[in-house]
């Protein structure tokens, strides 16, 4: 299964879920639920925008935004 890294490429940068919200709604609008969902992997989907959006803040590459894990 695939999830999100957002929260070790938060950790790596020294940031924090609260500044990349922030970061994300400059870009355009996104409630928290949805956001904190994202981060958390509780999503079933990710739109190209929002991975778009995330390599740009981050700093990083799409393949430095997901883990394989297997955990289902």
């Known amino acids: 299964m695939l999830k ?7 950790k790596q940068k020294k940031k924090t879920k609260y500044w990349l919200f922030n970061q994300l709604n400059n870009m355009g609008n996104i409630s928290y ?34 883990i394989s894990s297997e955990d289902n």
Do not use: R
């Open 4 to 10: 999100l890294a957002v929260k070790e490429l938060l």
């Open 33 to 66: 639920t949805n956001f904190n969902n994202l981060v958390e992997n509780k999503t079933q989907s990710i739109k190209y925008s929002n991975i778009e959006k995330l390599c740009k803040i981050l700093e990083c590459e799409p393949n430095d935004l997901f």
